[in-house]
């Protein structure tokens, strides 16, 4: 039954690692959108999507318990709201494949997180990873300063690159935070909350992050893309990978994203053209090796 229950698990992961692919596709069709604006409506649309999925499984939801953990809910929907922001704000500053490839060095941060909160300490293998990860890092880093223009000081695709392991890091912490709640709390009683107090944090930052510029989507080129991303890789595809957390550590969930970037990548190649040069796939390579070394320590 144990085995079984795994299966299901990473099932979830996989289905989640597929349609994360898709995010950053539906935001490239959304770049007149400033960030805050994209983030707000995905959560909004998410939160109706959960709903309508809630009442046509005739799933319950445990007010009781939402008031009992609503601190951890809170810094959970703090958590996913940055990586969003982060993440959003990376797709249009960098390529497809710089955004979904360093989006998911979450693995890294895990280790990390463990060595320092849990006193946990890597091996050689992950130490191997590690670095193979971090050169990879390096090599994009450095491409993207010899290909950017000397008098913008630090270029848009540098600063894309660094808010996508922002997102990294955050996603990690979200992770690693919410496993242990992730078993008291049914999937309904744990991410309506999270994506409804995301979508309220979001909001009011946006009236201090952009001025007051907070901009209402109109025409079905904006509309269907966003009903696109509040669905697909939030309202299914994150509450599959956070569901897939009571039988997955942490770095195992994070590794099922490791299918994004690849999905991305490809579709990011067939709609916008967007082929990625060869010193960016040579990082990029370096990076997944080094993240599966770090997973296969962990196995």
């Known amino acids: 039954m144990r085995e079984r229950t795994r299966k299901l698990a ?33 959560l909004v649309i998410a939160c109706l999507a959960l709903s309508v999925m809630a009442i046509f499984l005739r799933k319950s939801f445990n007010l009781n318990l939402m008031r009992k953990n609503v601190k951890e809910l809170f810094i959970l929907s703090l958590f996913l709201a940055l990586h969003f922001i982060f993440f959003v704000s990376a797709l249009k500053d960098t390529t497809i494949l710089n955004a979904t490839v360093l989006v998911n060095t979450t693995p890294i941060f895990s280790v990390f997180i463990s060595a320092f909160l849990f006193k946990l300490k890597p091996s050689l293998l992950a130490i191997v990873g590690l670095t193979m990860s971090f050169v990879g890092m390096c090599v994009i880093g450095y491409a993207e300063a010899i290909t950017s223009n000397i008098h913008e000081g630090v270029s848009s695709s540098l600063k894309g690159d660094l808010e996508a392991v922002l997102a990294a890091l955050l996603i990690a912490l979200y992770l690693n935070y919410g496993r242990k709640i992730r078993s008291q709390m049914s999937m309904v009683s744990l991410m309506l909350p999270i994506y409804t107090f995301a979508a309220i944090t979001i909001g009011v930052s946006s009236i201090f992050a952009t001025g007051g510029t907070f901009t209402m989507p109109f025409g079905a080129e904006i509309i269907l893309p966003l009903i696109g991303l509040g669905i697909m890789p939030t309202a299914i595809a994150h509450t599959l990978y956070f569901s897939s ?14 299918l994004e970037p690849v999905g991305a990548i490809l579709l990011g190649i067939a709609i916008f053209q967007e082929i990625p040069a060869y010193p960016f796939v040579l990082g990029a390579g370096l990076i997944l090796l080094g993240i599966v070394f770090i997973v296969k320590e962990k196995c």
């Open 10 to 42: 990473l099932a979830e992961g996989v289905t989640a690692g597929v349609l994360f692919g898709t995010a950053a596709i539906f935001v490239k069709f959304v770049q007149n959108l400033n960030a805050f604006s994209i983030v707000f409506w995905r």
């Open 245 to 258: 957390l009571s039988n997955l550590k942490s770095f195992e969930t994070a590794t099922m994203a490791l």
